[in-house]
Each structure stands twice: as C-alpha cells, then as structure tokens.
C-alpha cells in the first residue's frame, strides 16, 4: 500500500482500509510511502504501521497506489513497485490521472477516493469493519471539504451513512481533525492568517509561507487554504510555502475558475475546485507568477 509524498487523510484512510481488508483474508501488507503519516493523524486505524519507505526491498504481488494521479508523486518510488510487484494498480478520481499502472481504475464522476475504495471492497464482499469504516469515513469526510465540495452526490452521503452504520463515529473523527489545537497553535493561526493578501478587485486572495515562519507540523494539521478560500468575493485563494528550494502550491477555487487549468500550467493537477503543484525557485517569484497565472484566469 503506497502512499504519496506528504500523505493525508484521503491517501492514508484508503490504504488503510483496503490493507486492512486484505489483511483479514491472509494478505500480508506493507504500507508506507516517502513521507511519514501526520501526527495529526495518529487516530487512524492502523496508521501506526505506516513507515517511510526510502526504497522497496523484495517482491510484492500487488503495489496499490489510491488518489496518487502524479507518479512523480511518490519520488521515484513508483518506479521501484514496476519491477519489484507483479502488478501495480492505480484507484484515484482525478480527471488528470497519468495511468500509470498495469490496472488503473480512474472515475472522475466519485467525489472521493474513499467511495471508491468502499465500493471495490463491497464488491468483494469484504467485511466493512468498525477500524476500515473509520478510515474510509475519514477519507471521504476531508476528501469533499467536509462534504462542501460541488462534487458531492447523493452517493456520497449514501456511502458515509453506510460507513457511520458499520461503526465509523462522525463526532470522533470531526474531533481528532478540527478540536485538538493547543493554545499555542491557536495563536499561531492567528498570526499565520494575518498575512493573507486579497487583490484589489477582492477575487483573489493568497498566503505566502517562507521557509521557517511556521512548523511543517502545523501546515499539515491546518487546511490554510480553506481560509482565504472563504472570503465572500474570492474566486480564487492560494497557498504556497517554501519547501526546500522548491515552493509547493495549493490552489482551491469558487465558482466557474477551473484551478486545475491553473496547476496543469506548471506541472501540477487535481480538481477543477482543487489542484497543486510543486515548482523549483524563490518564494517572491513563485508568488508573482503564479498570481498573474491566477488574474488572467479570473478576468472577465
């Protein structure tokens, strides 16, 4: 089970519930990825066996790769699972998948990855435990924006239901993602959002991290980018932090603004509502080309 870089809810709760699955049926799993599970996802079912993998020793039958549409994603990673599995399946929504595996399994038209996952595993008729509904509720809760997301359908909600039926605890999962900042973190939301810039016409709004101004820890418990997000005028809202000498980008938008035309622009992809991508240089330039990308998008 391999994750992608900088692993989230989405990523991990479908690999964890699929592994878990296969697991009651004598499968022996390995997860892990490039990067190491958040901290503030320690709830999860099973995250604790999530390792950071460097490499792939020995043979695998099957490396599953979930919501993973960049194979460049998995620093090379993916590479390794070619020649080291039999067979690489690929089980994502993204409409700018690569399909990159032997079995790639793309529906654009699910909201979420963890709909997905539910429905392979209830086609395999495979037991919908209180652990693996946890992790598949979990997905798809922060996989539509907390079910926000023009995407979301009447299936979506049918599937969580389902899920919150076979043990999955909304209140449990909604507290380990939203009500466990210290009071120090709290302050340092606070500081981080006063430097939001909104453009003069109010339809864009951006925050720019350099290297250092916040814990890696705290950008990967706090959606950032939701908060420029959700100023009434803003159609699109930025974040870029500096991650070395690279400045890693989230865009998320409102309305007619297809941000993934933006992120294809640069490398990246994701969703009409949601893309990023990651690109080489300085924190000021990054910020100055990627704003006039986003203006040109969103004039008249």
């Given at each position: 089970m391999l994750g992608h870089v900088h692993p989230d809810a989405d990523v991990l709760g479908t690999l964890l519930a699929l592994g878990l699955a296969l697991e009651a049926r004598g499968w022996r799993i390995v997860y892990g990825g490039p990067h190491p599970a958040p901290g503030a996802l320690g709830f999860l079912p099973g995250v604790e066996r999530y390792q950071v993998l460097k490499s792939l020793e020995g043979a695998f039958d099957v490396a599953v790769l979930t919501d993973c549409p960049?194979?460049?994603?998995?620093?090379?990673?993916?590479?390794?699972?070619?020649t080291a599995a039999s067979v690489v399946v690929n089980i994502d929504h993204h409409p700018d998948n690569r399909r990159y595996g032997h079995v790639n399994w793309i529906d654009t038209t699910a909201a979420a990855t963890g709909e997905m996952?539910?429905?392979?595993?209830?086609?395999?008729?495979?037991a919908i435990t209180a652990p693996i509904a946890t992790n598949l509720f979990t997905a798809v809760h922060t996989d539509t924006g907390s079910f926000r997301y023009s995407n979301v359908t009447p299936a979506t909600f049918q599937i969580a239901a389902d899920l919150v039926a076979a043990g999955a605890e909304p209140a449990v999962v909604s507290s380990a993602l939203?009500?466990?900042?210290?009071?120090?973190?709290?302050?340092?939301?606070?500081?981080?959002?006063?430097?939001?810039?909104?453009?003069?016409?109010?339809?864009?709004?951006?925050?720019?991290?350099?290297?250092?101004?916040?814990?890696?820890?705290?950008?990967?418990?706090?959606?950032?980018?939701?908060?420029?997000r959700s100023i009434d005028s803003v159609r699109v809202a930025c974040l870029l932090r500096v991650l070395g000498n690279s400045v890693k980008v989230s865009l998320r938008g409102k309305g007619d603004v297809d941000v993934q035309k933006i992120a294809a622009k640069f490398g990246g992809g994701g969703h009409p509502n949601a893309a990023g991508f990651t690109v080489p240089g300085a924190l000021e330039p990054v910020t100055r080309d990627v704003l006039a990308a986003v203006r040109a998008a969103v004039s008249p």
């Open positions: 960049n194979p460049g994603r998995t620093e090379g990673l993916i590479d390794q699972a070619k996952v539910y429905r392979l595993l209830v086609g395999l008729e495979a939203y009500e466990r900042r210290g009071a120090g973190a709290l302050r340092m939301l606070g500081e981080t959002l006063s430097r939001i810039q909104v453009s003069e016409d109010g339809r864009v709004a951006w925050l720019a991290l350099p290297a250092g101004s916040v814990p890696e820890t705290f950008v990967e418990s706090e959606e950032l980018v939701n908060y420029p």
